[in-house]
Protein backbone atom coordinates (compact mmCIF):
# COMPACT_ATOMS: atom_id res chain seq x y z
CA UNK A 1 0.00 0.00 0.00
CA UNK A 2 1.18 3.18 -0.35
CA UNK A 3 0.17 7.47 -0.33
CA UNK A 4 0.13 9.18 -3.17
CA UNK A 5 -0.44 13.13 -2.55
CA UNK A 6 0.51 16.31 -4.77
CA UNK A 7 2.64 18.96 -3.41
CA UNK A 8 0.88 22.17 -4.26
CA UNK A 9 3.14 24.58 -5.57
CA UNK A 10 6.44 22.02 -5.87
CA UNK A 11 8.21 22.50 -9.46
CA UNK A 12 10.06 19.85 -10.63
CA UNK A 13 13.43 20.61 -10.40
CA UNK A 14 13.96 18.09 -13.67
CA UNK A 15 11.72 19.01 -15.57
CA UNK A 16 10.73 22.52 -14.42
CA UNK A 17 6.68 21.30 -14.74
CA UNK A 18 4.50 22.90 -11.88
CA UNK A 19 1.99 21.21 -9.92
CA UNK A 20 3.27 17.68 -11.28
CA UNK A 21 5.21 16.36 -8.14
CA UNK A 22 2.85 13.92 -6.12
CA UNK A 23 4.48 12.98 -2.40
CA UNK A 24 4.81 9.20 -1.95
CA UNK A 25 4.20 7.19 0.97
CA UNK A 26 5.39 3.38 1.47
CA UNK A 27 5.88 2.02 4.60
CA UNK A 28 9.18 3.75 5.84
CA UNK A 29 10.12 4.57 2.18
CA UNK A 30 9.12 8.63 1.28
CA UNK A 31 9.56 10.33 -2.15
CA UNK A 32 8.09 12.44 -4.59
CA UNK A 33 7.60 11.80 -8.09
CA UNK A 34 7.22 13.94 -10.98
CA UNK A 35 3.93 12.80 -13.50
CA UNK A 36 5.46 14.87 -16.03
CA UNK A 37 8.58 13.59 -16.73
CA UNK A 38 8.89 10.40 -14.39
CA UNK A 39 11.30 12.20 -12.50
CA UNK A 40 11.93 10.26 -8.73
CA UNK A 41 13.18 11.36 -5.56
CA UNK A 42 14.08 10.40 -2.50
CA UNK A 43 12.12 12.50 0.43
CA UNK A 44 14.22 11.42 4.05
CA UNK A 45 16.71 13.25 4.04
CA UNK A 46 15.33 16.98 3.18
CA UNK A 47 11.97 17.06 2.93
CA UNK A 48 10.66 20.05 0.26
CA UNK A 49 9.23 23.61 2.06
CA UNK A 50 5.86 23.14 0.15
CA UNK A 51 5.76 20.17 2.01
CA UNK A 52 5.90 22.31 5.14
CA UNK A 53 3.49 24.70 4.36
CA UNK A 54 0.97 21.65 3.69
CA UNK A 55 1.89 20.49 7.58
CA UNK A 56 1.39 24.22 8.53
CA UNK A 57 -2.86 24.47 6.99
CA UNK A 58 -3.42 21.41 8.47
CA UNK A 59 -2.18 23.00 11.78
CA UNK A 60 -4.89 25.70 11.41
CA UNK A 61 -8.52 23.05 12.00
CA UNK A 62 -9.67 23.09 15.76
CA UNK A 63 -8.84 20.17 17.23
CA UNK A 64 -12.05 18.08 18.69
ZN1 LIG B 1 9.41 16.64 -14.10
Redesign the pocket.
Known sequence: MSKRQFIAGAT?P????ID??QRCEEQDNVWME?I????VRDLDAAPPAADANVQTVELKFPKK
Open positions: CACGAKICACGM
